[in-house]
């Protein structure tokens, strides 16, 4: 009971028109674009974006940073910051406060407060020109058997995707998290479950997001399920363990696993998710030209 493609727009390419507003065009063998979660990070959310862009980021990713922008022209105005710096935003989550709130995709009675979310965040993903929005599963139902809250699961998928094929370059992509330390309690907490579910769902707007750090927690073995996992990836998060910190300090070997999945020619995101133990623009800067360099032709 406890055991539990990426989106084909490409972020908007510098170009002598306007240069000052665009996303840097990506590079490497596979075409990864580089990115970071910005809650890793300190400062305002001015001050988080500048230290991504000093690092020579190419975009950005939001848990709940969106709700406060509650207008139009909040939106656009965030939006227009992030741009200036050269940067896009590549991903939010539909359900930022999912633990807080009765909008679990393993409980069918919350579905309808699921999908809402999912509705709210592609309406607002559309006006950020981000083309990913992160679905969390929600956490174990007490007295339901595995089965029936991962059939709820597929169910729920499979609806938000239907919602997401109305959209214009909207993809959904799914998140398993780690029970053993960071998210007890969590219902589907491995990438195999995860690549799983993808291919139960089975639409082309549904697809997986590959937590590194989330994985080596819960199950270990991970360049052979994320190589084999690839396909249907559209983000890599990156952290060390233990501590979820800085690529590098700890147990995972990240010269063996950017290597094997640039070996797959793996075409989407690899996205910053740890807490540096430094300088936050020093480290990310020496993250980002670790992982080109392991990740290039």
């Known amino acids: 009971m406890d055991r539990r493609a990426f989106v084909t727009r490409t972020l908007i390419a510098a170009s002598a028109a306007s240069t000052a507003h665009s996303a840097p065009a990506r590079e490497g063998k596979g075409k990864i674009t580089s990115s970071v979660m910005l809650w890793t990070l300190k400062g305002t959310f001015e001050e988080r974006v500048e230290a991504a862009a000093k690092a020579g980021m190419q975009s950005v990713e939001l848990v709940a940073e969106y709700t406060a922008w509650t207008t139009d022209a909040d939106l656009a105005t965030k939006k ?15 359900t930022p ?18 999908l809402a979310d999912v509705r709210s965040a592609i309406d607002i993903a559309r006006k950020l020109e981000c083309p990913q929005i992160i679905l969390m599963g929600g956490n174990i139902i007490p007295g339901r058997t595995y089965a029936e809250q991962y059939a709820s699961l597929v169910e729920g998928a499979k609806r938000a995707a ?3 094929a109305k959209a214009d370059n909207v993809t959904l992509i799914f998140e398993p998290l780690n029970s053993k330390v960071n998210h007890k309690g969590y219902f589907l907490t491995t990438c195999v479950e995860g690549l799983k579910l993808v291919k139960d769902v089975d639409h082309p707007r549904f697809r997986l997001l590959f937590d590194l750090y989330h994985e080596q927690v819960q199950n270990g073995n991970v360049i052979r399920t994320a190589v084999e996992a690839m396909p249907h990836v559209a983000v890599y998060h990156v952290a060390d363990n233990p501590g979820r910190n800085d690529p590098g300090t700890g147990e995972m070997s990240y010269e063996n696993i950017y290597k094997a999945i640039a070996k797959t020619g ?22 980002l ?9």
């Open 80 to 94: 227009k910051f992030v741009n200036s710096h050269g940067l896009g935003i590549d991903t939010l989550i539909a």
């Open 97 to 114: 406060d999912w633990t807080k709130r009765p909008v679990s995709m393993v409980e069918p009675t919350q579905r309808d407060n699921f």
């Open 162 to 164: 239907e919602l997401a």
């Open 266 to 287: 793996y075409s989407g995101f690899i996205t910053m998710e740890y807490l540096p133990l430094v300088d936050q623009t020093a480290s990310l800067t020496k993250s």
């Open 289 to 297: 030209q670790e992982m080109r360099k392991y990740t290039a032709s």
